[in-house]
């Protein structure tokens, strides 16, 4: 049946040429304005508080900014693809339209350079109107778009491909049972696999409990397995296994519920679809529907219309009746958690960032901005925390229907619309399009992205390939690199040159603003043990060093030199130079293969409070990764004995999204955290900063006053979650998280 013409909603052509010719007029003034950062600035060791101006911006808080666009801006269409697919490009598929009752098969690009919307020609094998599907980037040019349902409620389970650099359709021969069709599904790729999990399908709507996959190597459908009962939630992959979260159970309820299945060890998983595991029966024709020889079916516009060479019947289509259970299933069920997002109020976006779940619980028409946030559930620890509250991201004058990140994880794009008409009339109708953008920089909200977070958690749990089968932290050069650090030149090591460092015992937290860094030598009795390094590492390394040394300074004649920062961190400090690693070290020891002796780690890596310390010198020397590396584990490893000194140590390093995040901390936990060694080690000028981030009309709640409302744990005031602890359970069994009890402090395993 040939797909009814469409007539894709656009904004006001009128509105749209004279708004992109000022922008035109606008661009070239950009350059001049982003040439003056950092790469050009010499950054001398000083004190942070009057470092150059390539730092300063660090001091002022990371407002993102909403973006208006201009062209043929899509509507704001329901259960349409939203793809950003790199070079500052975003791409919208499909859709339903809610004010017209049309289903779309268009194809429109959003260039964010331009800010502008367009209308893409396409060709080939055009697949017909769809919404409810998924679009997945493979292979960094092409997008691979699975099942959704069209105009007759119908339910697909075909697989097309748009290459994006041709703008071409093409539809691949399938082989094996292909899985039910289905829409509002998640779909992930991952080592050449396409995975489909869950969905809603048939007339009455029903909630899928199955998981599959296709192999992209040889176009080949996997068996079913049943996994869990999910539609319009997240999947993604990591740590070796897949990870299902959000979404709508069966009885239509939001859920905060986490599913993972472990691919690890799982040849169903870990080989290919060859149908080498499946039984003669399940691969009969007449248990699954042909999707291969049929002819499209072209309409009047010239789009391909939904046919029986993309359709599956649901009635037709029972190669698996009754799936087995998949191998490896484990959930997580939270009952309560200071900060566990709410799932039953707002708009939620789950995606994925950084070994990080991540929640954007945006604004929405039951909701104050009160009530929004950012929160990131971390998949290794199980934990929870807020990375920022909703009032700082999100403008309560905006809804937002679509979010894509980019592949590393670093950056995010909420697509919507203001709720209100603008005044005098204009922007009548900006409610019915998809016309804003907000950008949001995940980094400067403490995340590495997908690349570092794998570097990191590879030196955490990989052995090293260099390293004589030894367990480490560190990974290949970096571990060899690790056993020269420190080691006098007369024990072989070829050190040489020295470093010294204040004493810890002598180091006094007020004196920092006075005395800033430098790399004069001081009198002996405030001066630590030699460190023993390699000037060449240190130059090839460290930007600092190596003018330092070009230039000829007194250290070049000497071989010496004195940090008056506190010995151990300036240790961590160097030893981060030879390991590229501050990762902390396992927390349980190894056992050796060949000997079977219990092996520690043959150097301890950077304490909580040496990473602090580190914060603040990778802002005196320029050195952003470090910085980056720093503020993520210091965000994500923030407890009660370090928020003080965190607080203190971002404040000098003029971080102030981890300064206003530990003092958030320390106000929620402030009974504890006074109490502590490093709330006393702060100097007055920093304690006074902390009392000073108390609203001025707040005051302290005692301990019965909290429990009579049901606050005691670490929530907030007026909070329903209380309390976190965390049980686990056996495989394939529920992980509950309860209410923290007086003996109940952590996770039991069983």
């Given at each position: 049946m040939a797909a009814p013409s469409q007539a894709l909603p656009v904004s006001a052509p009128t509105l749209t040429t004279p708004t992109l010719q000022f922008s035109q007029r606008l661009s070239p003034s950009q350059p001049s304005r982003s040439s003056t950062g950092s790469n050009n600035t010499y950054v001398m060791s000083g004190s942070p508080r009057k470092g150059s101006s390539s730092r300063r911006h660090r001091n002022e808080p990371y407002m993102p900014k909403i973006i208006t666009t201009v062209g043929q801006r899509p509507a704001c269409l329901v259960n349409a693809s939203v793809t950003y697919v790199g070079n500052d490009q975003i791409y919208a598929f499909g859709g339903f339209d809610q004010y017209t009752d049309e289903v779309y098969?268009?194809?429109?690009?959003?260039?964010?350079?331009?800010?502008?919307?367009?209308?893409?020609?396409?060709?080939?094998?055009?697949?017909?109107?769809?919404?409810?599907?998924?679009?997945?980037?493979?292979?960094?040019?092409?997008?691979?778009?699975?099942?959704g349902e069209n105009e007759h409620r119908t339910h697909l389970s075909d697989v097309i491909i748009f290459d994006l650099k041709t703008a071409h359709w093409t539809q691949p021969d399938l082989n094996g049972p292909a899985p039910r069709g289905r829409a509002?599904?998640?779909?992930?790729?991952?080592?050449?696999?396409?995975?489909?999990?869950?969905?809603?399908?048939?007339?009455?709507?029903?909630?899928?409990?199955?998981?599959?996959?296709?192999?992209?190597?040889?176009?080949?459908?996997?068996?079913?397995?049943?996994?869990?009962?999910?539609?319009?939630?997240?999947?993604?992959?990591?740590?070796?296994?897949?990870w299902v979260s959000?979404?709508?159970?069966?009885?239509?309820?939001?859920?905060?519920?986490?599913?993972?299945?472990?691919?690890?060890?799982?040849?169903?998983?870990?080989?290919?679809?060859?149908g080498s595991g499946l039984?003669?029966?399940?691969?009969?024709?007449?248990?699954?529907?042909?999707?291969?020889?049929?002819?499209?079916?072209?309409?009047?516009?010239?789009?391909?219309?939904?046919?029986?060479?993309?359709?599956?019947?649901?009635?037709?289509?029972?190669?698996?009746?009754?799936?087995?259970i998949a191998p490896g299933i484990s959930s997580l069920k939270f009952v309560s958690s200071p900060s566990l997002p709410v799932q039953n109020v707002g708009c939620h976006f789950h995606v994925f960032s950084s070994g990080c779940l991540l929640d954007f619980v945006t604004p929405a028409t039951v909701i104050s901005a009160l009530e929004t946030s950012l929160?990131?559930?971390?998949?290794?620890?199980?934990?929870?925390?807020?990375l920022a509250d909703g009032k700082d991201l999100f403008n309560p004058n905006y809804r937002w229907h679509y979010c894509t990140l980019n592949s590393d994880g670093t950056h995010a794009w909420l697509l919507g619309c203001p709720i209100q008409a603008a005044r005098n009339g204009q922007n009548s109708d900006s409610e019915e399009y998809l016309s804003d953008v907000l950008h949001l920089d995940l980094r400067k909200l403490g995340l590495l992205g997908n690349k570092l977070s794998l570097e990191s958690r590879a030196a955490t749990q990989q052995a090293p390939t260099s390293d004589s089968g030894i367990h480490s932290h560190?990974?290949?050069?970096?571990?060899?690199?690790?056993?020269?650090f420190d080691v006098p030149p007369e024990a072989g090591s070829g050190a040489d040159f020295i470093i010294t460092a204040n004493r810890d015992d002598d180091y006094d937290d007020d004196s920092e603003?006075?005395?800033?860094?430098?790399?004069?030598?001081?009198?002996?009795?405030?001066?630590?043990?030699?460190?023993?390094?390699?000037?060449f590492l240190l130059s090839a390394r460290w930007p600092h060093f190596s003018r330092l040394y070009s230039a000829q300074m007194s250290e070049f004649h000497t071989k010496k030199m004195h940090i008056p920062e506190p010995y151990s961190t300036v240790k961590a400090f160097l030893y981060y130079l030879y390991t590229d690693s501050i990762a902390p070290s396992p927390a349980r020891a190894s056992i050796s293969s060949e000997s079977g002796a219990v092996v520690q780690p043959p150097t301890p890596s950077p304490s909580l409070?040496?990473?602090?310390?580190?914060?603040?010198?990778?802002?005196?020397?320029?050195?952003?990764?470090?910085?980056?590396?720093?503020?993520?584990?210091?965000?994500?490893?923030?407890?009660?004995?370090?928020?003080?000194?965190?607080?203190?140590?971002?404040?000098?390093?003029?971080?102030?999204?981890?300064?206003?995040?530990?003092?958030?901390?320390?106000?929620?936990?402030?009974?504890?955290?006074?109490?502590?060694?490093?709330?006393?080690?702060?100097?007055?000028?920093?304690?006074?900063?902390?009392?000073?981030?108390?609203d001025a009309e707040g005051r302290v709640v005692g301990g019965d006053e909290l429990e009579a409302v049901g606050a005691l744990g670490g929530a907030r005031l007026g909070s329903q979650w209380v309390g976190l602890g965390r049980k686990r359970g056996r495989a394939n069994s529920s992980v509950v998280v309860e209410e923290e009890g007086e003996e109940d402090d952590g996770m039991e395993l069983s």
């Amino acid at each position: 049946m040939a797909a009814p013409s469409q007539a894709l909603p656009v904004s006001a052509p009128t509105l749209t040429t004279p708004t992109l010719q000022f922008s035109q007029r606008l661009s070239p003034s950009q350059p001049s304005r982003s040439s003056t950062g950092s790469n050009n600035t010499y950054v001398m060791s000083g004190s942070p508080r009057k470092g150059s101006s390539s730092r300063r911006h660090r001091n002022e808080p990371y407002m993102p900014k909403i973006i208006t666009t201009v062209g043929q801006r899509p509507a704001c269409l329901v259960n349409a693809s939203v793809t950003y697919v790199g070079n500052d490009q975003i791409y919208a598929f499909g859709g339903f339209d809610q004010y017209t009752d049309e289903v779309y098969n268009h194809v429109l690009k959003l260039d964010l350079s331009a800010k502008q919307w367009s209308l893409v020609d396409n060709y080939g094998d055009i697949p017909g109107v769809r919404m409810g599907h998924t679009a997945c980037l493979w292979q960094g040019d092409k997008l691979l778009v699975y099942g959704g349902e069209n105009e007759h409620r119908t339910h697909l389970s075909d697989v097309i491909i748009f290459d994006l650099k041709t703008a071409h359709w093409t539809q691949p021969d399938l082989n094996g049972p292909a899985p039910r069709g289905r829409a509002r599904h998640s779909a992930v790729i991952h080592d050449e696999k396409l995975f489909i999990s869950g969905g809603m399908t048939g007339h009455d709507n029903l909630v899928l409990d199955d998981i599959c996959y296709l192999d992209l190597k040889t176009w080949t459908w996997s068996r079913t397995w049943r996994f869990v009962p999910r539609y319009d939630h997240s999947t993604w992959v990591w740590g070796g296994k897949l990870w299902v979260s959000g979404g709508m159970t069966e009885d239509m309820e939001r859920t905060s519920e986490i599913w993972w299945l472990d691919f690890r060890g799982s040849p169903a998983f870990e080989g290919s679809a060859d149908g080498s595991g499946l039984d003669e029966a399940s691969l009969t024709p007449s248990r699954y529907a042909s999707t291969v020889g049929t002819p499209a079916v072209t309409g009047s516009t010239g789009y391909t219309a939904n046919s029986s060479s993309v359709q599956i019947n649901a009635g037709t289509q029972l190669a698996h009746r009754n799936p087995p259970i998949a191998p490896g299933i484990s959930s997580l069920k939270f009952v309560s958690s200071p900060s566990l997002p709410v799932q039953n109020v707002g708009c939620h976006f789950h995606v994925f960032s950084s070994g990080c779940l991540l929640d954007f619980v945006t604004p929405a028409t039951v909701i104050s901005a009160l009530e929004t946030s950012l929160s990131a559930f971390d998949l290794d620890s199980l934990r929870w925390q807020k990375l920022a509250d909703g009032k700082d991201l999100f403008n309560p004058n905006y809804r937002w229907h679509y979010c894509t990140l980019n592949s590393d994880g670093t950056h995010a794009w909420l697509l919507g619309c203001p709720i209100q008409a603008a005044r005098n009339g204009q922007n009548s109708d900006s409610e019915e399009y998809l016309s804003d953008v907000l950008h949001l920089d995940l980094r400067k909200l403490g995340l590495l992205g997908n690349k570092l977070s794998l570097e990191s958690r590879a030196a955490t749990q990989q052995a090293p390939t260099s390293d004589s089968g030894i367990h480490s932290h560190l990974s290949a050069i970096g571990a060899d690199l690790a056993r020269t650090f420190d080691v006098p030149p007369e024990a072989g090591s070829g050190a040489d040159f020295i470093i010294t460092a204040n004493r810890d015992d002598d180091y006094d937290d007020d004196s920092e603003d006075e005395c800033p860094p430098t790399l004069s030598t001081t009198s002996d009795k405030n001066v630590s043990r030699p460190i023993h390094v390699h000037r060449f590492l240190l130059s090839a390394r460290w930007p600092h060093f190596s003018r330092l040394y070009s230039a000829q300074m007194s250290e070049f004649h000497t071989k010496k030199m004195h940090i008056p920062e506190p010995y151990s961190t300036v240790k961590a400090f160097l030893y981060y130079l030879y390991t590229d690693s501050i990762a902390p070290s396992p927390a349980r020891a190894s056992i050796s293969s060949e000997s079977g002796a219990v092996v520690q780690p043959p150097t301890p890596s950077p304490s909580l409070e040496d990473v602090a310390g580190m914060l603040v010198m990778s802002n005196i020397y320029d050195m952003p990764r470090l910085h980056h590396l720093c503020v993520a584990r210091l965000s994500r490893e923030l407890d009660i004995a370090h928020a003080a000194l965190i607080f203190s140590r971002a404040s000098l390093a003029q971080e102030t999204w981890l300064r206003r995040r530990a003092a958030s901390f320390c106000l929620t936990h402030w009974g504890r955290v006074v109490r502590t060694e490093g709330f006393r080690r702060l100097s007055r000028a920093a304690m006074l900063e902390l009392c000073e981030e108390v609203d001025a009309e707040g005051r302290v709640v005692g301990g019965d006053e909290l429990e009579a409302v049901g606050a005691l744990g670490g929530a907030r005031l007026g909070s329903q979650w209380v309390g976190l602890g965390r049980k686990r359970g056996r495989a394939n069994s529920s992980v509950v998280v309860e209410e923290e009890g007086e003996e109940d402090d952590g996770m039991e395993l069983s």
